[in-house]
């Protein structure tokens, strides 16, 4: 095991070094294999939604905002096609994505330009197994990719792929707030470009263990996410008390609503438990784009009597990040619940 352990590249984190200490510490260096179960999921295809019928007349209009509503409160989670952003661009950004990616460790950590402070990697400070998360990612806030001028490869692209993500975020965001009796605008009015984050997510492989996580389970702290994944697969979701296995679907884009959107509409719309796990041969990748709003912007449901009490953006991610330090997982929205 000690040479598989050394295969990794050197653009890697040092995921097996954590993961080895780690191992050690708690199992006697038993094998790998102990520490995770087996378990089964089954593969399931998210609800497919053709975008395409927005645009044709008013039946076939209103017939696919109700999927997408439907899906909304049903799944929490959905995939689109005919999103209006062009195949050039997603592969545009996937190429930009894995450059960046293959730069040595240390200088992904230490960016000065665009990436600055952005880079996070599963396990800085783990404590114990469970806490490892096998991948790496660039959390980037949208106002640094506007005001940096698009002067590199990387920031042009960015940059436009953030703003095609932003116009569709925001349509579908229109269409989940028309659907409950609200002002269409609303969250637009929340959720300007510059308080949104790009985050890009890279999974290494590793045939040396069985069932790793890349990514914890966890909710997203937003109103919507939009992801565009590759075709490795590895994202699973919370359907019925489940996990579920998303099966990849090439020219379709994943939506799930996040925690906010969850709040707003008085827990109308689910955000759902989702997480990694990585696939032994293959690295993986993905990217995700987050709806935030500004941090002062309070959210408080939209519907009474509300579930829960009304807290800004700021309070919400603060919360969250104490929890994460305290318990070592988020807590999420039932820290804010509305005690009658
Ligand atoms: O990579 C994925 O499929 C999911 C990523 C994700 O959940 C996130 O970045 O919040
Ligand atoms: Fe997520």
């Known amino acids: 095991m000690e040479d598989q352990l050394l295969s990794l590249a050197s653009y890697d984190p040092p995921l097996e070094e954590i993961y080895k200490s780690l191992l050690k510490s708690q199992h006697g260096g038993s094998s790998p294999r102990s520490v995770h179960e087996e378990i089964i999921v089954e593969e399931r295809e998210l609800p497919l939604i053709d975008l395409n019928k ?176 590759d075709q490795i697969g590895g994202l699973q979701l919370v359907k019925d008390g489940k996990w579920v296995a998303v099966k990849p679907c090439e020219e379709a884009l994943i939506i799930n ?6 709040a707003w509409s008085n827990n109308l719309y689910k955000s759902v438990e989702h997480r990694v796990v990585i696939n032994k041969w293959n690295e993986r990748f993905s990217t995700a784009y987050f709806l935030c709003p500004a941090n002062d912007i309070i959210i408080e449901s939209c519907i009474t009597p509300s579930v829960y009490r009304s807290f800004t953006f700021k309070d919400y991610m603060q919360q969250v990040q104490d929890d994460v330090k305290v318990f070592g997982y988020k807590i999420g929205l039932s820290r804010f619940l509305n005690i009658i």
């Open 257 to 262: 609503i996040g925690d906010l959107f969850q």
């Open 54 to 229: 927005l645009r044709l007349g008013d039946k076939e209009r209103q017939e696919c905002k109700r999927e997408i509503a439907k899906a909304s409160e049903e799944w929490g989670f959905f995939q689109v096609l005919n999103h209006g952003i062009s195949k050039n661009l997603l592969d545009q950004m996937k190429e930009e994505q894995v450059k960046v990616f293959r730069k040595p460790f240390v200088e992904k950590v230490n960016d000065k330009n665009i990436l600055a402070c952005s880079y996070r990697w599963g396990a800085p400070s783990a404590t114990c197994l469970t806490q490892v998360s096998w991948s790496e990612a660039f959390h980037v806030p949208l106002s640094h990719i506007y005001d940096s001028g698009g002067l590199s490869s990387l920031s042009s692209t960015m940059e436009q792929y953030a703003t095609s993500m932003s116009e569709l975020a925001q349509y579908l965001a229109e269409i989940l707030a028309e659907n409950i009796g609200q002002d269409s605008t609303y969250i637009k009015k929340m959720c300007v470009p510059n308080t949104c984050y790009l985050r890009m997510n890279r999974y290494p492989s590793c045939p040396w263990l069985q069932e790793v996580t890349g990514l914890m389970p966890h909710t997203d702290s937003d109103f919507l996410t939009i992801l565009h994944q």
